[in-house]
């Protein structure tokens, strides 16, 4: 599984950014997908997740500004962020979930900056 985040940038507090995974797979469906973040020093924490029939959950201190959701049809799954603060900087990571295996994927990450 390859995946590739992209999206992350420079943004000021009060603002939105949209990140996107592309995950190379055959089976798309066969993946829940996960965005996660981890902040310099601390740990990689999750965010958000989408199954494959679109069931979603969220961290509970980030449900209401973050939203997750994906496009079965091009193997992508995307994570709206608004109402950015500065505790929101961080790398953010794609993971997919095999749902049998359980085998976990990570994508490289990109860096979302939130200035205030």
């Known amino acids: 599984v390859q995946l590739q985040a992209s999206g992350g940038g420079l943004v000021q507090a009060g603002g939105s950014l949209r990140l996107s995974c592309a995950a190379s797979?055959?089976?798309?469906?066969?993946?829940?997908m996960n965005w996660c973040r981890q902040a310099p020093g601390k740990q990689r924490d999750l965010v958000a997740g989408v199954t494959s029939d679109g069931a979603t959950n969220y961290a509970d201190s980030l449900q209401g500004r973050f939203t997750v959701s994906r496009d079965n049809a091009k193997n992508t799954v995307y994570l709206q962020m608004n109402s950015l603060t500065p505790e929101d900087t961080a790398v953010y990571y794609c993971?997919?979930?095999?749902?049998?295996?359980?085998?976990?994927?990570w994508g490289r990450g990109t860096l979302v900056t939130v200035s205030s």
């Open positions: 993971n997919a979930r095999h749902i049998i295996t359980r085998w976990d994927s």
């Open positions: 797979v055959s089976i798309f469906s066969f993946y829940t």
